[in-house]
């Protein structure tokens, strides 16, 4: 059973539901916007490159199901350049100009939330699906490319996989409504909480995960 806006408003107001600063409620979703510019983050392809020729590794690959996400992230996770650096990059498809982040054909951005959202970990009653916009979608703009499930009992701000599928070279700015969450009702809480199950992204304040300082 998924809620609508007078179920949404209410599970808010009495705490059952996470949306933190509020936002927009429609008739059954709720807008969510992007952090600040200075949260947005590209893979630092160069840096991966040079580390794994100096250990005899091929080029740019990576094991996905060996990699710890913390630790990459850390390691290779780096602002996206000013215009003017990226006009000196090979083929560079994400940059900042001022206040906004320029997403090229094929360019690749992580970004966040402004809006910590979820459920409570004692007793969820909850869980949220992310969705794009479709207006959005219709430039070639994906804001989530994969796992679109807030599991119940987990909160913080979500990392957006953003990428640009389109022909033009699109612009985003802090407070871009970018994306939407649907929520619905399960028919019991879990009997393990999300930090039991193993998540490390529980409460999560940027695109490094939980424990990663800005």
């Not at 709720?30 to 091929?58: C, F, M, P």
């Not at 206040?99 to 949220?128: M, N, R």
């Amino acid at each position: 059973m998924y809620l609508s806006d007078r179920d949404l408003e209410l599970a808010i107001d009495d705490g059952r539901l996470i949306v933190d600063p509020p936002t927009k409620i429609g008739p059954t979703s709720i807008d969510l916007h992007l952090d600040l510019v200075q949260e947005a983050r590209v893979w630092d392809t160069e840096k991966l490159s040079r580390h794994n020729r100096e250990h005899g590794l091929s080029d740019l690959e990576l094991s996905i199901a060996r990699c710890n996400y913390g630790k990459m992230s850390e390691l290779y996770l780096k602002q996206p350049p000013t215009e003017q650096d990226a006009s000196k990059e090979l083929d560079c498809k994400v940059f900042r100009r001022d206040d906004a982040i320029i997403v090229k054909p094929y360019g690749f951005v992580l970004w966040q939330t402004k809006e910590c959202v979820g459920t409570p970990e004692e007793s969820p009653e909850f869980i949220c699906f992310i969705d794009g916009k479709s207006t959005r979608a219709r430039t070639g703009l994906v804001v989530h490319l994969t796992a679109p499930t807030i599991h119940a009992g987990w909160s913080g701000k979500v990392t957006l996989e953003i990428a640009n599928l389109g022909p033009l070279h699109l612009v985003l700015k802090e407070n871009d409504v970018i994306a939407q969450i649907t929520v619905a009702k399960i028919t019991s809480p879990p009997l393990e909480s999300m930090k039991q199950a193993g998540s490390v992204t529980q409460g999560q304040t940027n695109v490094g995960g939980a424990t990663l300082a800005s």
